[in-house]
């Protein structure tokens, strides 16, 4: 694939039930990060990785919010029992190798747009 | 702490007109800022970023430490620049590190 890959497009569920959201990144780039967009907000880093692991998790909002990367490729995040005020379009973006030309670039998916009723 | 600061929520400018999106940062070390852009129904895609100092789609930013600012510009606007547009900062420029955001300015260029 040429992009980074997002499923599904749009979520919508019920308040108290969770959600996965999947992210594909670019062929070949390390760092995956994920990022929320609510209106008027901007956005909103939430976690990134580095391979599989995750060096930096501080953007996560709660404890309901948790994201793996296995294989150095494909990244979920798991919102558990949603709330109304996780409704939001969620990001997702990749970034190759440092010493890549390109490194600091992030490279976005068209993102997730959850609705929690 | 980094931060990024975009004043104006909604930016409107006639066709022809010059357009200048502001965009202050604080960040102790040195920064690299970027400007990415969402037109409608679009993914967010880089637009510039300062260390390339390139020209793209007719628009410009210079990095002015001075006043920890980077604000976009461009001589003459034109009605496919309407758009989302963020201003953001990396705190390294090693590579690998979450970008930091500003709220965005929409851009909308009236014919």
């Known amino acids: 694939g040429a992009g980074v890959s997002q499923s599904p497009s749009n979520k919508v569920t019920e308040k108290g039930k969770d959600v996965e959201l999947r992210c594909d990144p670019i062929?070949?780039?390390?760092?995956l990060y994920w990022y929320r967009q609510s209106l008027g907000q901007g956005l909103e880093f939430l976690i990134y990785f580095q391979g599989n692991s995750a060096p930096d998790k501080s953007g996560l909002p709660s404890d309901r919010f948790s994201a793996e990367r296995t294989g150095g490729s494909v990244s979920t995040l798991t919102i558990q029992r949603t709330q109304q005020e996780d409704s939001a379009v969620y990001l997702c973006?990749?970034?190759?190798?440092?010493?890549?030309?390109?490194?600091?670039?992030?490279?976005f998916g068209a993102g997730t747009r959850l609705s929690v009723l | 702490a980094q931060r990024v600061t975009q004043p104006e929520k909604l930016l409107s400018v006639f066709k022809g007109a010059p357009v200048e999106l502001k965009c202050n940062y604080s960040?102790?070390?040195?920064?690299?800022l970027f400007w990415y852009v969402q037109y409608s129904r679009q993914r967010l895609q880089l637009l510039l970023r300062h260390i390339s100092r390139e020209s793209i789609k007719g628009f410009t930013a210079d990095l002015n430490k001075g006043e920890t600012s980077f604000h976009l510009k461009k001589p003459f606007a034109q009605e496919e620049d309407s758009a989302m547009y963020y201003c953001a900062l990396s705190a390294t420029n090693s590579g690998n590190t979450p970008l930091v955001f500003g709220k965005g300015t929409r851009l909308s260029v009236i014919a």
């Open positions: 973006a990749s970034n190759p190798l440092p010493g890549h030309s390109a490194k600091n670039i992030q490279y």
């Open positions: 960040y102790s070390g040195s920064p690299e």
């Open positions: 062929s070949g780039h390390t760092a």
